[in-house]
């Protein structure tokens, strides 16, 4: 089945320092999201790209598709102490549209020290 | 964005119990999901909650351990049967909203735990 091969695993930041993280697969998608989990809660959309080669922001957030539909990147800026978290990359299965159906990444941890 | 309530949030449950977990959307959704994620792990599809009809299952996952239910557009239940330590996830149920190609929302998810 389809990968989703993200990296870094993990991040430990200092507070204010820009992070930059991707997601990798060798099949392409037609669409990247990615989410952010909070301890004990459920993922929460970040940010949706449909178009290869989009770049799209939320608040610090910016996050691009990449042009041969196989990678996409989320950087966040100026982090802060409540971006501590997992962030997933998702795409839907089998390079279709249905977005109920999603293969995910591993996750990224992501630590901001004060 | 719709919301999802599950329910329960967590729950400790003994070997060969079985736990139904119930999901509340706040609007009518056309597509709702149950995933698993085990500890450490990234989220699982186990299956599509069908209204009307029975759920489909992905590789891995059948109807007997993990029976589905959606009496409607706004209510589904996820039953783990006959529970093992290996049962032990979150639990997340999502919706897609009324447009089948709208981003998919979660709930907050049930940690079940298995003794």
């Known amino acids: 089945g389809q990968q989703l091969n993200q990296s870094p695993q993990s991040m430990f930041i200092q507070e204010g320092e820009d992070v930059s993280m991707n997601c990798t697969s060798s099949s392409i998608f037609n669409t990247w999201l990615w989410y952010k989990q909070d301890p004990g809660e459920g993922p929460v959309l970040l940010i949706a790209?449909?178009?290869?080669?989009e770049l799209t922001s939320n608040g610090r957030l910016t996050a691009q598709f990449g042009i041969t539909r196989k990678d996409s990147f989320l950087n966040i800026s100026a982090s802060i102490p409540s971006d501590v978290g997992i962030y997933f990359c998702a795409g839907p299965n089998a390079g279709g549209t249905s977005y109920g159906k999603l293969t995910f990444g591993q996750g990224t941890i992501l630590t901001v020290h004060p | 964005s719709a919301v999802i309530s599950q329910k329960p949030s967590r729950d400790i449950c003994q070997r060969g119990t079985s736990l139904t977990i119930q999901c509340q959307v706040d609007?009518?959704?056309?597509?709702m999901f149950w995933y698993r994620q085990q500890p450490g792990q990234s989220l699982t599809l186990i299956a599509t909650?069908?209204?009307?009809?029975?759920?489909?299952?992905e590789s891995g996952f059948v109807i007997d351990k993990f029976p589905i239910s959606r009496p409607n557009l706004t209510f589904s239940t996820l039953t783990v049967s006959n529970m093992s330590p290996e049962d032990s996830s979150i639990y997340l149920c999502?919706?897609?909203?009324?447009?089948?190609?709208?981003?998919?929302?979660f709930g907050n998810g049930t940690r079940l735990t298995v003794t």
């Open positions: 909650a069908n209204q009307g009809s029975e759920a489909t299952y």
């Open positions: 609007s009518q959704v056309t597509m």
């Open positions: 790209l449909y178009k290869a080669g």
């Open positions: 999502s919706a897609s909203g009324q447009d089948a190609n709208s981003p998919l929302h």
